[in-house]
């Protein structure tokens, strides 16, 4: 099993940036991706932006432009940077990590843009 910490969350003001870190630990042979999703109150949890371990990201469109997930494979690390943000973008925010079809998930972290 996967244990994810995900830390650098806050409150930051339209337009501000955060970076989020997720550290994976536990049992890891080899993790295949690993990504970032958010829920807001009253909405579906939602893929904000994942990558492979061969680096290949994919992004939901409403983010596009202003969010870049990274990874660093020999830590079992991911990282979130986003910028310009944007009220819409206040969530829990999860990080997500599959291994051998198996998917494990943090306890998410607290995400606020205010206007």
């Known amino acids: 099993q996967v244990q994810l910490v995900e830390s650098g969350g806050g409150l930051v003001q339209s337009g501000g940036s955060l970076r989020l870190s997720c550290a994976a630990s536990?049992?890891?042979?080899?993790?295949?991706?690993m990504g970032w999703y958010r829920q807001a109150p009253g909405k579906q949890r939602e893929l904000v932006a994942k990558?492979?371990?061969?680096?290949?990201?994919n992004y939901v469109d409403s983010v596009k432009g202003r969010i870049t997930i990274t990874r660093d494979n020999a830590k079992n690390n991911v990282y979130l940077q986003m910028n310009s943000l944007k009220p819409e973008d206040t969530a829990v925010y999860y990080c997500?990590?599959?291994?051998?079809?198996?998917?494990?998930w943090g306890q998410g972290i607290q995400v606020t843009v205010s206007s």
């Open positions: 990558i492979t371990s061969a680096g290949s990201t």
């Open positions: 997500n990590a599959v291994q051998r079809l198996i998917n494990d």
């Open positions: 536990g049992t890891i042979s080899r993790l295949n991706t």
